[in-house]
DNA sequence: TGGGCATATGACCATGGAAGTACATACGCG
DNA sequence: CGCGTATGTACTTCCATGGTCATATGCCCA
């Protein structure tokens, strides 16, 4: 378990990312949300946060996560050669996958 | 194993999808370049098929594999609500964490 | 039809990670 | 100062999966 994409491959994991996504929440609040056992919900928190995915600061006897960006950009990153497929026109994607048929190189209308 | 995302928590899938990304294929081509046994080609490329991010033409004896953009798309939709976080002005970000302080927990202000 | 290459499949082993349990620690309150 | 809640961590168990080897399948060509 080194990638950022191995981090995400985990459902409870991608769950309290997402609740992260819209605001910050203490480890009660995601356990009570997710209705994940809390030992579960720390656990996966302590990957997130070793793996820059979280932050935490501490509110008295709360720990409060927040995002932290950077991995996920990493991700998104990752993705970019790939929108070409699903972004642009789609009857240029119909005559890029259509060309794909016959170069082994891209390359459109010069 | 079904999400989209756990299939990409494979390095060695990334590797190939990163090839089929410029062009699609033959599974030797991708053994050769990859520098990984042919038996474990075939059976990533299995995986990426039944999960449907590729697929493959049968060309003589080769079968050339290709990109399918769907289940990436998919993943690019689950990485939307986090683009706030990184995209638009550093200012805007700031604001945004910000707001996030202020939690929208129940039974407080807010 | 048979040989040979390209690809797929199945068996086996080893690894890694997820979940549960139990315990340790920290903090706030009275 | 002691109790109760909140959180983190170590330990164990179990299962999924990747790598590899051996082999099967299918297609071309002579």
Known sequence: MESS????AEPNRRAI?????????????????????QTSVSKHLRVLREAGF????VEAQRRVYRIRPEPLREVDAWLAPFRRFWTAHVDALERHLDRMGQAPRKGRNG
Chains 1, 2 share one sequence.
């Open 54 to 57: 979280v932050e935490s600061r």
């Open 5 to 8: 994409f191995a981090i995400i």
């Open 17 to 37: 990312l997402g609740l992260l996504a819209s605001s910050e929440r203490s480890v009660g609040e995601i356990e009570h949300r997710l209705r994940m056992p």
